[in-house]
């Protein structure tokens, strides 16, 4: 049996481009003699459709486009993931769910068991649980079709609880004691850079388990926060990848099911910077994309974060799409304005410079009624931040360009950033990067040529708000602020235990209280590009009002 | 047998405190020879805990609390809320359960089965469903314990689906096979006003069709978005509600469950924009209270959003810490800073006045080499409402003072405003409150004595970011807008539907295609005071990045 894996990108609610392009890959499929073609969980209608799925005419529009993709389906089958209605009297109205199409209509349809309901997903929201197991026969096999966390056994959500969120039911135990010939798994799995190997090493473990080949379909592209990095892979009965689709791109593939039993992918490891890089390039080129927008600006502060940022945007939206403002305050060091002029020469790319210390003095000399002769201090340092914020957003007003927000996870974790200032923008593209990893960033790329000037990245991180001012005045080196932030926020380690690992305890005990007492700047920021397995935003809710 | 029904208001993670709280009530209830005491769910950590219940030292508190209260039950049994660790070697970590304790400790736990996962609830993220059925004895008496949402058969979600999302399981149909003597319900439901009765009419529904009295107990106060209202109540074996607690306040109420069988509660008919008025004040106190903040501003225009906040804010943490900027532009009226003026003046709290003229001015010739003669538009009505946000920002950083964001759901819901200008706050006070009901909110906090110039209630709105500008130029009126927006979010109705109800299509067309493409601004503003069935913010997960 000849099997496509069609590893597409989706535009939640844009059931034309969807259905256009699944079907051009049916009819790509049948030209290459096809047996089967798969697409990934809810392509239908995009991944996640969050509460989308409780418009009655969101779903009206899924249920359509199933059956014209259907229509196609003539001398092919396709396993396509959608919604489906539930017909029982009881329950929640939807499905997750994987149609089975042939001969022009759906023929069957299969529906998710285990509904991921932590960190970034919450299906349970909005779906029945599957309690029924039953195989597709087609062209004398016997396929056991299943969706994304069925294959897996526990939840991922790392809480230092004793014991390990087991799921209560195996639809693969179920489903094998009928006895499949291979097991189609479709999904909607988002990147992580930290989780890398895991889901190789799940679909491995069931293949091997049921020796069973394997055909694995996920999505590429971003949806907002989320960024897909696709991965799709044929496994064979042995547990070999036999071969696997590219990483954030699109991507077809034809596998032969007898051939693959022999086959083992040549498999090159990519460092994880890399992928951030490529996640990263590829959540903005969508946010922009799908959005319908063109033009991104941001900031550029002579600093490694918005250096990062401006290379980003120019490498996913090209450097006549990309327009900068230097806003030099009266405490930037002229070298920080020569290095921004630098990158945006350097890129190509449009700059403009407006000083703001003749804005900050009509707020200073607005003010003086009212602060008299109180000290200078966090006010009007963000007073600074926010006359930039304000410039920033005066351009993106008047030229429709999307501002891009530049804050780092580290900054943003203990809240070294000033809300409606530098923390402004309508996507934050560095948001779950820790500051080391954007060093490492800059350093990848300015592997063949120095992009970035090398002044940015070395020269010690500063808001330039005060004069001499760094960041190493209240906070700890990087690397071990990362250190620490990355065990309270990713492995939600209680702060004894992080002590424990040997930092100081009024080190640790001052950061986590900086991170829990800022929750609410990042409560009210931009979307961020999610390449962790633990991001600030959707995936972690924190109560605001609540005693840490 | 004689039970106190405690109605008492919790802090998220504040075990101190709430141990405290309910160790006092315990004593309190001894010492009226009460048999029971009956507490909210998960009281003991404060609702709702949200991912704090994925951290192990939060659950180890919170247990330990449990075990101290469990201690003072000597002499009389308590039933208190809290999340126990699920024994079972599968499933999630944890139980949202009903704690039975008698004779100094903890004597059996009862787990909630049904876990609302839907609008702002997630409990499914944490919890594992109970399917174990078990009723309390206690002196004679056969209890069956339940946990909110355990007493309803479907979920009320406005999906518009033709099905209603009846639960697979009802709880009290497993119970009532035990024979128990009376229910006791423990809630964490948060007030929406326009649900007012469904909750009465689920509770005697399920007294009826059992023939059992039922004790309801929920929390009030505030935490972050959601208002808890309390209305505890006791219900006799007719339906009859005997003794119904106070709204928004704590209260502690004895009952006798012989003599309720003959009692049915005077009930007075509260109108809904007094409930409103009460949860806001609420809402405000308990933001500032449980976050530790005294003082609060905000920008008084003259216009009714600000001066409807201002007075719940005088009304909510007193005369002396409300403080207010008037910052008119080139563009307000007289008449604006006068309405403005007098309102302070009337509630006796600080103002200072602060022309925004000259800083715009200062923006407006440091961008000119970059906007050229590009005409007056957006760009630079924004630049206005963005000097306010900060020098707003500035006396919130220079004093510490809190700023209340004022804007309210009809704006919210177009994009009315100005992010990072008039969009700034830490708390949106009206932003689930309709345009036409801030009017009614006027004229309520009126109706003893002027308190709000009538002139500002009846100008018509506008922001005065232009000459001559009017909310009505670019918006239908109020009324129009405000019942097309309710169609569209709180019932989630079809464009299509609305139409239907006889509105002009394109207005329609104009207005959902505004609230659309404005889910960006929402994303970024503050929490939202929940008044509604439907807010803006945690309960409403509509993907950014998806066509409509």
């Not at 769910?97 to 529906?111: E, L, P, R, T």
């Not at 135990?173 to 006895?179: N, P, V």
């Not at 009266?330 to 630098?342: G, L, M, N, T």
């Not at 580290?410 to 954007?438: C, F, H, P, Q, R």
Request: charged share 25%.
């Amino acid at each position: 049996m000849k099997i496509v894996l069609a590893q597409l990108n989706y535009h939640i609610g844009n059931f034309e481009a969807n259905s256009d392009k699944i079907i051009d890959a049916i009819h790509k499929a049948k030209s290459k003699q096809a047996d089967l073609i798969v697409f990934s969980e809810l392509a239908i209608c995009g991944y996640p459709p969050k509460d989308l799925l409780e418009r009655k005419n969101f779903i009206e529009k899924t249920l359509k486009a199933i059956d014209l993709v259907a229509l196609h389906c003539v001398d092919i089958a396709a396993v396509l993931g959608g919604p489906s209605i539930n017909p029982h009297s009881k329950g929640k109205n939807l499905y997750n769910s994987a149609f089975f199409m042939c001969d022009g209509k759906v023929q069957s349809i299969h529906n998710k068991t285990l509904l991921p309901t932590y960190d970034i997903f919450d299906e349970y929201r909005y779906f029945e649980p599957n309690t029924e197991f039953n195989l597709v026969e087609y062209k004398g096999k016997k396929i056991a079709l299943t969706i994304c966390e069925d294959l897996w056994e526990k939840q991922p959500v790392d809480n230092n609880f004793a014991k390990e969120e087991l799921y209560t039911v195996s639809p693969m135990e179920k489903l094998s004691q009928l006895k499949p010939d291979f097991v189609v798994n479709i999904a909607a799995s988002p990147f992580s850079h930290n989780q890398k190997n895991i889901r190789t090493e799940i679909l491995q473990s069931v293949s091997k388990k049921y020796q069973l080949p394997l055909i694995y379909v996920n999505q590429i592209g971003a949806n907002t926060e989320l960024i897909f990095d696709g991965d799709s892979m044929a496994i064979n009965s042995k547990g070999d990848v036999a071969c696997r689709l590219n990483y954030f791109e699109e991507d077809f593939s034809l596998i032969d099911l007898n051939e693959i039993e022999e086959q083992k992918a040549e498999e090159k490891e990519v460092d994880y910077i890399e992928k951030i890089h490529d996640a990263l390039v590829l959540g903005l080129k969508d946010y922009f994309g799908k959005m319908g927008f063109k033009q991104a600006t941001l900031g550029l502060s002579g600093g490694i974060d918005s250096a990062v940022t401006v290379v980003l945007a120019e490498r996913a939206l090209g450097k006549e799409n990309v327009r900068v403002l230097l806003m030099p305050s009266e405490f930037s060091s002229d070298h920080s304005v020569k290095d921004a002029i630098d990158l945006a020469n350097n890129l190509g790319i449009q700059y403009e410079i407006v000083p703001i210390q003749d804005i900050f003095k009509s707020f200073e000399s607005n003010l003086a009624p009212i602060f008299g002769d109180l000290p200078f201090n966090i006010a009007e340092e963000n007073i600074q931040a926010r006359v930039r914020g304000t410039l920033i957003m005066g351009l993106s007003n008047k030229f429709g360009h999307i501002v891009l927000n530049t804050s780092n996870k580290s900054e943003s974790a203990v809240g070294y950033g000033t809300l409606y200032g530098d923390m402004n923008g309508g996507i934050a593209v560095l948001g779950d990067v820790y500051k080391t990893d954007v060093f490492k960033l800059a350093y990848f790329m300015n592997k063949d040529e120095e992009v970035i000037p090398l002044n940015s990245i070395i020269k010690p991180p500063s808001a330039e708000l005060r004069p001499d001012q760094k960041d190493s005045d209240s906070l700890p080196d990087y690397d071990i602020l990362d250190e620490i932030l990355f065990m309270y926020i990713e492995k939600n380690m209680p702060v004894s235990e992080i002590i424990e690992q040997g930092f100081a305890k009024e080190v640790v005990d001052k950061i986590i209280r900086l991170v829990n007492m800022n929750e609410y700047k990042r409560f009210q920021t931009a979307p961020v590009l999610r390449v962790s397995s633990k991001a600030f935003g959707y995936g972690r809710k924190i109560p605001l009002v609540a005693k840490h």
